[in-house]
Structures are given as C-alpha cells and as structure tokens.
C-alpha cells in the first residue's frame, strides 16, 4: 500500500533591535548585535517550522496556538512550540515520518554559514530526523531588508495508510 504524503509549508518574520539575542534554529548568536524584536525568543525558523508542521493537516497556526497577548508564553524558548507542535501532531503514535525540511532565512548580518551545520542538528534533534533531512538556505535581502529576519520553511510528511 502506498503511503499517503502531506506538504507543510509556514513563514515568519521578526523585526531587528539592539539588545535582544539572535536566535536561529534553536541556535543563540550571542555575538550579534541585534536580535528579533518578539514575545517570545523569536527565532524565525522554528515558528515558521512549527506553522509548517500545523499546516499539514490543517491544525491552525501558533498564533492560535499561543497567543502573543497570553503573559503565559512571554520569552517562550521556541523549542518548547515545537515540542507541543509535535505532541499536538502525534506524529510518531500515527506512524507518520517527516521525509525532509527545506528552509529558507533572510538575513542580511550577520552570516550564518559557519553555523549551518550547529543549526541543522539542532533543528533535526527537535525533529528526532538526521541533520541530512534538514535544507538550509541563507539569503541576504540585498540591502532591501536590514532591519528584519525572516525563515520560511517547505517540509514533506508521510504516513502509512
Ligand atoms: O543573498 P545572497 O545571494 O547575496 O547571499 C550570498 C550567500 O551568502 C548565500 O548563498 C549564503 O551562502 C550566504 N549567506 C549567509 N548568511 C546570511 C546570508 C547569506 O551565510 N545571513
Ligand atoms: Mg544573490
């Protein structure tokens, strides 16, 4: 029987400001001089990995999830959101697979290559998937966007029937 597969796909995208820290993929760039302007840590690839999971089977966005005006969730480590998101999806007990994440994140400072591979593990260890199943792209805006940082995140899952 052929498995059935479901794409996810999900967006976001923080404003930058002194005193806050960088972080991307559950990865703290402690020697950024600005980092996202958020409720919680802000780190971009993990919300929009989290809307990416919920939008598989339609489950909503984490906004509904966890209210920017709920005290509760301020300074959330958004890698607690994915943890829930993954509960919510109950994607080991259905004997769901993620296949693989394709990330994007614009960024125009600092760079982030020499993190690539701290980020993908860390994404994948969330995942419990190898740092192989996990696509990173770094983009600039090319000036366009200084002030922001933005991830958008495509991934596949698949079940069996
Ligand atoms: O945006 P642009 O195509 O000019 O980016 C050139 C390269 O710089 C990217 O392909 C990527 O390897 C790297 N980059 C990075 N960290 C960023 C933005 C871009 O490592 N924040
Ligand atoms: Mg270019």
Known sequence: MSREYRVGH?????????GRTLVVGGVRMPDSPRGPDAH?????LLHALADALLST????DIGR?????DPKFAGLDSREIVARVLEKLELHASGARLENVAAVVTLDAPKLGARRDDIACSVA????IE???????FKTSEGLAPDHVQASVTLLLSRAP
């Open 10 to 18: 999900g967006q976001d995208a923080h404003r930058l400001v002194a």
């Open 125 to 128: 260890g969330l995942l419990g």
């Open 57 to 60: 089977y339609a489950l909503g």
């Open 65 to 69: 999830l966890f209210p920017p005006s």
């Open 131 to 137: 740092p192989a199943a996990v696509g990173l792209t």
């Open 40 to 44: 919680s840590d802000g780190d971009v």
